[in-house]
């Protein structure tokens, strides 16, 4: 019966061995909340990036298709890229999927073009939840990255084709 008593006794921490274990917790804390929170912010702008790339080689990938078409001219529903619907300029810039070919910019056209031109696993730009809000600046086209409120931004100018990023 003493041995019993004895085992039971020290089955447990003490007050000191707790309040140790909790200290280095907290400095583990202190020193790994800056290195997440930093990994976040990268992880964002890389996202930004990776989405202005692959913007930028839908766009060239528009015009090596019109190029390769033998078109010299504006042409709508391009056939061979995507789903065949991405309209051109005289110069093979991608302007959007509803029949216009002309290169001064609307919302609901870079909304198209970047549907048109990302197709299925394009960021969403509508909706509750969307990754990207679409403007216009200027008759190009601005989508200002919203999922961590600092204002990145991707441009695409359909005069030059240009895709132009801002991280903030």
Request: charged share 15%.
């Amino acid at each position: 019966m003493g041995q019993d008593n004895e085992m039971k006794k020290q089955q447990g921490f003490t007050l000191i061995e707790l309040v140790v274990v909790i200290t280095i917790l907290a400095i583990l804390a202190a020193f790994a909340l800056p290195k997440f929170a930093q990994l976040s912010e990268q992880a964002h702008r890389s996202s930004v990036r990776a989405t202005a790339g692959a913007l930028a080689a839908g766009v060239a990938l528009t015009k090596v298709q019109w190029v390769s078409k033998g078109f010299t001219v504006a042409t709508t529903d391009l056939k061979g890229f995507g789903n065949g619907d991405v309209d051109v300029s005289a110069d093979g810039r991608p302007t959007a999927t509803s029949g216009s070919s002309d290169t001064n910019m609307t919302a609901t056209r870079c909304e198209e073009v970047w549907a048109g031109v990302l197709q299925s696993n394009a960021p969403k730009i509508t909706g509750a939840e969307a990754d990207y809000a679409v403007t216009t600046s200027g008759g190009d086209c601005v989508f200002t990255y919203q999922m961590d409120g600092l204002g990145s931004t991707i441009g695409y100018n359909a005069d030059t084709g240009e895709i132009a990023t801002v991280i903030n």
